[in-house]
Nanobody
Framework: QVQLVESGGGLVQAGGSLRLACAGSGRTFSSVAMGWFRQAPGKERDFVAAISSNGANTYYADSVKGRFTISRDVNKYTVYLQMISLKPDDTAVYYC?????????????????????WGQGTQVTVSS
């Protein structure tokens, strides 16, 4: 089992920055790949970013590439999502998720059903 708790969400003006954190516990954190997803009201849960278990590979949605950075601190059992140049379209509930194992294909990091463990979500609101 893996337990995940997100933090760092809030209200920010367009152009501002936020850093989300996802604290993991339970299973050996270094053996799980991690992802961030987001869900706006009335929309599906969308992929944002992912990082392999060893941190060597990262993946981003086109809509956030160049603005968001995913990283992990294995010693602190924490994954971060640094967000800059935020836009109103970034408004959503952000979820972190964990999946066992790594794959060579980017696809397997981008689909929600590949992830077995989810946090409760943290709200990010970007005002115009």
């Amino acid at each position: 089992q893996v337990q995940l708790v997100e933090s760092g969400g809030g209200l920010v003006q367009a152009g501002g920055s936020l850093r989300l954190a996802c604290a993991g516990s339970g299973r050996t954190f270094s053996s799980v790949a991690m992802g961030w997803f987001r869900q706006a009201p009335g929309k599906e849960r969308d992929f944002v970013a992912a990082i392999s278990s060893n941190g060597a590979n990262t993946y981003y949605a086109d809509s956030v590439k160049g603005r968001f950075t995913i990283s992990r601190d294995v010693n602190k059992y924490t994954v971060y999502l640094q967000m800059i140049s935020l836009k109103p379209d970034d408004t959503a509930v952000y979820y972190c998720a964990a999946k066992i194992g790594n794959y060579n294909s980017r696809y397997y990091y981008t689909v929600p059903h590949e992830y077995s463990y989810w946090g409760q979500g943290t709200q990010v609101t970007v005002s115009s």
